[in-house]
T-cell receptor, first 118, second 112 residues
């Protein structure tokens, strides 16, 4: 079974801090994703990566950056945390190769990190 | 633009009653479609997926969904609700744009 592990379940940080959220998958998946989940808004894509060192902006990349130095690890960085970044953050991975679509591969999710910015 | 619409942010059913959660997608080309379930304080788990092999798709926990191209719908059903089905359900689509598009979710409440 695919396992996607997020480093923290709960995190509390202060405004202005640089925050790192880590995600590791153990199935050699090429594609990894970061979402934030807010009530009534569903999941919104922040960034995704289809290969090591490759990244693409999602729908709400402002205030975030990512790093993928190894295939199994995808990090989300909040450059200077703000209160409006308080949210649930979900990491996901998917098999499938190439930039031209992911075919019918489902996403495998971690359990999420609930981040509070004070 | 591609979109996925889930009608009803909250649905309540009695235990043993039919569960119907609605999902419509917008696309000129039928996408790949998924239903996920999220239990409290957990990530999303795949319930089922549509891959064009059959219009009626069976998933885990007794759920199934029917793809209707003419209605651009992919509604999720279960004949008899169980208390353990209480969760939030998300419909999602992937249409070759290298992204997945999620609906805003439907929270299912099961009444004893």
């Amino acid at each position: 079974d695919v396992k996607v592990t997020q480093s923290s379940r709960y995190l509390v940080k202060r405004t202005g801090e640089k925050v790192f959220l880590e995600c590791v998958q153990d199935m050699d998946h090429e594609n990894m994703f970061w979402y934030r989940q807010d009530p009534g808004l569903g999941l919104r894509l922040i960034y995704f990566s289809y290969d090591v060192k490759m990244k693409e902006k999602g729908d709400i990349p402002e205030g975030y950056s990512v790093s993928r130095e190894k295939k199994e690890r995808f990090s989300l960085i909040l450059e200077s945390a703000s209160t409006n970044q308080t949210s649930m953050y979900l990491c996901a991975s998917t098999a499938g190769q190439g930039m031209y679509g992911l075919s019918n591969q489902p996403q495998h999710f971690g359990d999420g990190t609930r981040l509070s910015i004070l | 633009a591609q979109s996925v619409t889930q009608l009803g942010s909250h649905v309540s059913v009695s235990e043993g009653a039919l569960v119907l959660l609605r999902c419509n997608y917008s696309s000129s080309v039928p996408p790949y479609l998924f239903w996920y379930v999220q239990y409290p304080n957990q990530g999303l788990q795949l319930l089922l997926k549509y891959t064009s092999a059959a219009t009626l798709v069976k998933g885990i926990n007794g759920f199934e969904a029917e793809f209707k191209k003419s209605e651009t719908s992919f509604h999720l059903t279960k004949p008899s609700a169980h208390m353990s089905d209480a969760a939030e359900y998300f419909c999602a689509a992937e249409s070759g744009t290298y992204k997945y598009i999620f609906g805003t979710g439907t929270r299912l409440k099961v009444l004893a």
